[in-house]
């Protein structure tokens, strides 16, 4: 919805399948591809339990590798541990440019900090109940609620959202604001990500930052 990252950028898609679901497996993956292209693509769960068996057709489709983790004690979750052991075995390898970490829990807010202190991007996606200490560890995080296209467009925004997206667009805007008095669109959209990773114009049910911007015409003005 913002600036695609470049294409060519090599990344490891790691879902935790306790905390996603596979009816978002089309919007995550079509996401993905805005920021790179998924070369290693692995989901985490106790396979034999029957939860998961929703799942299947999902990874048949999209040629995702489930990976077995047998849960060793009744209400805990092994999942994270095995996935945190992978992701740094696949970051040393060098084989991946970035990381897309699928999961709403804050267990993995370290994994992603490291990434990022390795140099490398790392994208979260999970529900919007998801930690602020893991949706800030990423570059960028996405809301599975606009994966399922929740935030569809509408001609004007309603007013408590008209008044959060203005408050952090000022503040992007006072950023790369030029002597002329314009900032770029591609600029804008950059700090934004840094002012809050988890900024999305669909969030505020507009598809493009563009469209977004054009719902606050007593604010701000397109050239």
């Not at 068996?53 to 048949?60: D, F, G, P, S, V």
């Not at 740094?88 to 990434?115: C, E, K, N, P, Q």
């Not at 996405?142 to 008209?162: D, H, I, Q, W």
């Amino acid at each position: 919805p913002m600036e695609p990252m470049p294409s060519a950028r090599r990344l490891a898609v790691l879902i935790d399948a306790d905390n996603a679901s596979p009816s978002t497996t089309e919007g995550l993956f079509a996401e993905v591809a805005n920021y790179g292209v998924a070369i290693v693509k692995r989901i985490y769960g106790d396979w034999t339990t029957p939860n998961l068996k929703t799942w299947k057709e999902k990874l048949l489709e999209h040629s995702i590798q489930p990976i077995q983790q047998f849960r060793y004690t009744v209400g805990k979750s092994s999942t994270d541990s095995a996935m945190i052991i992978d992701a740094m075995d696949i970051l040393h390898s060098d084989l991946v440019r970035g990381f897309s970490l699928v999961s709403s829990d804050s267990d993995y807010t370290r994994l992603a900090t490291r990434v990022r202190e390795a140099g490398l991007f790392v994208m979260g996606i999970g529900e919007p109940k998801t930690p602020g200490a893991f949706r800030n560890a990423c570059h960028v995080f996405v809301s599975t609620e606009n994966l399922r296209g929740v935030a569809a467009p509408k001609p004007t925004l309603e007013p408590s959202s008209r008044e959060g997206a203005r408050e952090i667009l000022l503040r992007a805007f006072d950023k790369v604001e030029k002597d002329d008095g314009l900032a770029s669109l591609a600029d804008l959209g950059q700090v934004l990500r840094r002012l809050d990773p988890s900024f999305d114009p669909r969030t505020y049910g507009e598809p493009r930052l563009v469209d977004l911007i054009r719902a606050l015409p007593d604010t701000f003005a397109v050239e």
